[in-house]
């Protein structure tokens, strides 16, 4: 896995995927640009894409993306990578 930041606190992202083989709208890196009910997708700075698909927060267990975007309310446009808190 990586760690990153994310609303101020050091996150661990346990599992990921490259995506390749869609059109998603362009994104700073690290800015969530598409989200589902199960799905987060990070814009990269290449270009690329990445689909997280689990998340760990500081001293909580790890968590599937759907999990994640229902108990912490992620919102599209949040980025990772980012000390500041999205209020």
């Given at each position: 896995g990586a760690t990153t930041m994310f609303r101020g606190e050091l996150v661990k992202i346990s599992?990921?995927?490259v995506i390749e083989d869609r059109y998603l709208p362009k994104g700073a890196p690290g800015e969530i640009?598409?989200?589902?009910?199960?799905?987060i997708v990070v814009?990269?700075?290449?270009?690329r894409f990445i689909q997280v698909n689990g998340i760990q927060f500081p001293g909580k267990k790890r968590l599937e993306a759907v999990a994640a975007i229902n108990?912490?309310?992620?919102k599209k446009g949040e980025l990772f990578g980012?000390?500041?808190e999205k209020s």
């Open positions: 599992a990921a995927a640009v598409e989200l589902s009910r199960s799905e814009a990269t700075g290449d270009e108990g912490y309310q992620i980012s000390s500041e």
